[in-house]
């Protein structure tokens, strides 16, 4: 069946340095991504999305990379800032715009 | 602010009680969907709507229920309560297909 899953559960960085969060799918015919922040108390909030036909996009401070080959995807945080603490999912569409929702990455930056 | 509205914040009921919760879209969009999020499942899927018309099913109990109303608001009913229940409940709603989803901050269950 579906499945998205995150390689790392919580990702500790330095104010200033940059962030790679991962995210691994596994339905290879899925043709939207999304990654969505998620603070406490809060829903979640969307930050970037992409569709198979690219391999990469661009956000303020943010970037996303899409690989198809090894159904990958990666959300990079450039500049790391405290602000940017929170948990991170990313989510796959399964049609109708279902998103399935990886488990989440924690991200803690300390100043 | 997403511009997705859901009440109440929090409830607090009793095993075998029924409960129902609201979602106003955002202004627009025809799309509503409910998420569950509990600590060892995560994000999951329960329903979605369009424009009034049950559109897809993820693993909603049969306890569960939902509707969206000719105003587009959408409501879902819980039944037979049981301790597991306890979650936070997100309502989304999106315009067109391959758009982003735009989430509420959700109604958090608790059943005691």
């Known amino acids: 069946g579906e499945s998205v899953g995150l390689h790392l559960p919580t990702l500790s960085v330095q104010e200033g340095d940059n962030s790679i969060i991962n995210c691994a799918y596994s339905n290879s015919a899925s043709d939207y991504f999304i990654w969505y922040k998620q603070e406490s108390g809060k829903g979640p909030q969307f930050i970037i999305d992409?569709?198979?036909?690219?391999d990469k996009r661009q956000g303020q401070r943010v970037t996303v990379l899409l690989n198809k080959t090894v159904k990958h995807l990666s959300l990079q945080i450039a500049a790391t800032q405290p602000g940017d603490s929170a948990v991170y999912f990313c989510a796959e569409d399964g049609g109708f715009q279902k998103l399935v929702f990886g488990t989440g990455t924690r991200l803690l930056v300390s100043p | 602010d997403s511009g997705v509205t859901q009440t109440p914040k929090h409830l607090i009921t009793a095993t075998g009680q029924r409960v129902t919760l609201r979602c106003s879209p955002r202004s627009g969009d025809l799309s509503v969907y409910w998420y569950q999020q509990s600590l060892d499942q995560g994000l999951q899927f329960l329903i979605q709507y369009y424009n009034g018309e049950e559109r897809a099913k993820g693993n909603i109990l049969e306890r569960f229920s939902a509707q969206q109303f000719p105003d587009l608001h959408s409501e879902l009913n819980l039944s037979s309560l049981e301790l597991g229940d306890s979650a936070l409940y997100f309502c989304?709603?999106?315009?067109?297909?391959?758009?982003?989803?735009?989430f509420g901050n959700g109604t958090r269950l608790t059943v005691t």
């Open positions: 992409i569709r198979s036909n690219m």
């Open positions: 989304a709603s999106s315009g067109t297909v391959n758009s982003p989803l735009h």
